[in-house]
């Protein structure tokens, strides 16, 4: 049973579970995966825990949000937080997670190394891309099960910054595919812990979206997917939400009547010659908003909580991302 956080203590929103060991973030391209999963790992750093934050693209996206030089093929500390939490990054190459592989169960390191330079481990992740996806989720299993030598798991919980909604399903499968084809050895068994893993109830997927009509509708067909496949889904982030500015009224078939703007610009001192600008800049607002309440209804078919996360200016930088971290969080009063 879960016991209430004392008064005053922050505890995470609702979709967001603090008994969860690996989050997983996916939703479309460019919707905002990167800067929410680093969000969410900043607010569970921030209530004490070790968190790893890792990313899977080869892009070093982290790097670059948390100001820091290309993370190696190895943990790294990007942020300290308050009652002692620490976030840790990582960046899984496939190529380094194969010659850790070939050394963990064959104990072949030197012969794999070989293998790299000449190219092979390339070649092989190319020739067959479902293994780059077992390589990248055996490392991310591995990552969420470590134990250190206290007996206790090394990460308190893993946040997933993961590929987006289009290849999803694809890549959290890999692995059951390879544990079909295989029925024995360490590969098998090696397998079947990442299918425990990512579809077990220790894992959540989040997906981020904005409120726009493909983003909304790629939500919408992940979360059935998803959860016809059997996954643990935690809560819809809706990134970059606009507040709503425009009163029912203000803006009318018309457009806006500016004598009143002229009104209201003389209470505040300035010239009425602002009114033009702003009514357009008005009327152009509330049509976003309007897109924006149709897109938000849309997405009212998916029953998962809502995390929204305020439109800032592009690119968010890491003092903000502060600020986004704290949507993951409530305070009791
Ligand atoms: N809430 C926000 N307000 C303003 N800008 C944002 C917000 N969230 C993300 N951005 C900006 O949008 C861009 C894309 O964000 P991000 O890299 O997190 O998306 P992504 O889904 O990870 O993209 P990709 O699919 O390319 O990996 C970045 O420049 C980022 O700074
Ligand atoms: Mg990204």
Redesign the pocket.
Known sequence: MALSAPAGQAQLVAGISPTARLHIVS?K????????AAALGLALASLGKKVLLIEV?G?Q?LAQLFDVPALPYAEQKLATAEHGGQLFGLAIDAEEAMIEYLEMFYNMKRAARGLKKIGAVDFATTLAPGLRDVLLTGKIKESVVRVGDNGRHVYDTVVL?AP?TGRIRQFLSATREVANLTNFGPINRQSEGVVEVLHGTMTQIHL?TLLEEMPVQETVDAVTELQEGGYNLGCVIV??ARPTLIGDNQVGAGGVDQDLLVQGLAKANLPGEFAAGLAAQMVDYAMRQRLQDETKQRLDEVRLPRVE????????ELGELKD?ADRFLKTEA
């Not at 391209?29 to 929410?36: R, S, V």
């Not at 996360?309 to 968010?316: M, T, W």
């Open positions: 939703g391209g460019g919707t905002g995966k990167t800067t929410a693209e892009r996206a910054d987006p981020v990134n970059r996360l305020p439109d800032l200016n592009p690119p968010v986004l």
